[in-house]
């Protein structure tokens, strides 16, 4: 996949993560004010964490082969997304585990949670200032001639 077909595929994951998120918080909402929407909440929230794992692979599937064979550069924004990034996905599906009333506890601090990483997701290796075929080329390693 190109360069720019990749961000676009996942920033219409996030977009997408977006809107089932504000589902599960209006639906957690409710259910934390004591409506009947258990059912509803579980549903959304198994949508949502459906997604996650989609994008989460996603990410790695698309970003990693485009950064191939830019040593130093390229390595720096792999293992950013390999380290610090999947540690802040296991932070995120910890909040996603446990039964639908114990989430939907949390489900405010997941959607400010999960939103800010995306949105740094956005800003950092998915910003068109940084993942540019200009930018990654000049950085890949010239082969012998």
């Known amino acids: 996949?190109?360069?720019?077909?990749?961000?676009?595929?996942?920033?219409?994951?996030?977009?997408?993560?977006?809107?089932?998120?504000?589902?599960?918080s209006e639906l957690a909402q409710q259910l934390?004010?004591?409506h009947s929407v258990d059912v509803e909440l579980s549903a959304a929230l198994a949508q949502l964490r459906s997604e996650l794992t989609e994008h989460n692979t996603a990410e790695a599937d698309l970003i990693c082969p485009l950064l191939d064979n830019s040593p130093g550069w390229g390595t720096l924004l792999v293992d950013r997304m390999g380290e610090a990034h999947?540690?802040?996905?296991?932070?995120?599906?910890?909040?996603?585990?446990?039964?639908?009333?114990?989430?939907?506890?949390?489900m405010d601090d997941l959607v400010d949670d999960l939103d800010a990483h995306m949105a740094a997701e956005e800003r950092t290796f998915l910003s068109p200032l940084v993942l540019?075929?200009?930018?990654?080329?000049?950085?890949?390693?010239?082969?012998?001639?």
């Open 1 to 24: 996949m190109d360069l720019e077909s990749a961000r676009t595929a996942l920033i219409a994951q996030h977009d997408k993560i977006r809107m089932h998120l504000s589902e599960c």
């Open 86 to 106: 999947l540690a802040e996905h296991a932070a995120l599906w910890e909040m996603l585990v446990g039964s639908t009333s114990e989430v939907a506890a949390r």
């Open 132 to 145: 540019r075929h200009d930018v990654i080329t000049r950085h890949r390693r010239q082969e012998p001639t």
């Open 32 to 34: 934390r004010t004591g």
